[in-house]
């Protein structure tokens, strides 16, 4: 396996979206970073217009940092997208400059397994995954949907890889739910793995019913389409 050649400067990481802080995601408080573009195509996808390597926008490292490090409260970072492994360098090189400053947690999701991960990822897939505290791992499969912890489907694990969180996996395994915000143009950004299916369509629908206009993602570039269906059988075979 090997990383996607984005066309993306050295020095840069091209992401899709970027939150300051959220309690959704990860243990704590914590930064969001969404790459843009994954070699997937995950059925029921939550998140489309993160797909295509043609979307987001190119970030230096230093730059990205400096946004993560200006967040004094948070406890950690974690990597969504998108597909964080396909700019597996360019996150760890990140992540370096990060603890420079701080000793920050770091979480990522991937639509790889662990496994498959350790034996067929590429020398910068591996020096992302050593420097990761948690991996939320596997494709998203809906039909085993499940509201559980920062995933939304019982075939995706959390591996806690260094003693950073030793009590992390305690307690009951359920969904962290989502946060709602209104941003400063009007538009509402929902963060969080959704605790149902069809989430978002849900949620719009509703929005319309109580008489609140919502311009469809398709005229704010971000097309509203089914992703093609991806055999994930071969990943599967590597656990």
């Known amino acids: 396996m090997t990383t996607h050649p984005l066309d993306t400067p050295s020095d840069s990481i091209r992401i899709a ?48 940092a400096a946004d993560i490090l200006a967040v004094e409260d948070s406890d950690g970072v974690f990597f969504s997208g998108g597909e964080p492994f396909a700019q597996a360098g360019a996150l760890a090189d990140l992540v370096d400059e990060v603890r420079r400053h701080r000793d920050l947690s770091v979480m990522s999701y991937s639509g790889y397994p662990l496994e498959h991960l350790r034996h067929h990822g590429d020398a910068d897939q591996h020096r992302l995954l050593e420097r990761l505290d948690i991996l939320v791992d596997g494709p998203y499969l809906p039909e085993r949907h499940a509201p ?86 071969t990943l599967e075979n590597d656990r």
């Open 17 to 64: 979206q970027f939150i300051a802080r959220t309690r959704a995601i990860g243990p704590g408080l914590h930064t969001g970073v969404w790459v843009q573009y994954c070699p997937m195509r995950c059925r029921g996808c939550i998140s489309p217009q993160f797909l295509d390597e043609a979307g987001g926008s190119d970030v230096t490292i230093a730059k990205l």
């Open 148 to 233: 559980l912890r920062w995933r939304g489907s019982s075939n995706q694990r959390v591996h806690v890889l260094t003693n950073r969180h030793p009590h992390l996996l305690e307690g009951p395994d359920e969904s962290a739910g989502i946060e709602t915000r209104v941003r400063h143009d009007g538009s509402i950004e929902v963060v969080g793995v959704p605790p149902i299916p069809d989430f978002t369509e849900r949620f719009l629908e509703e929005l319309a019913s109580a008489g609140v206009l919502v311009e469809p993602p398709a005229r704010r570039g971000t097309p509203r389409r089914q992703p093609p269906v991806t055999t994930t059988d």
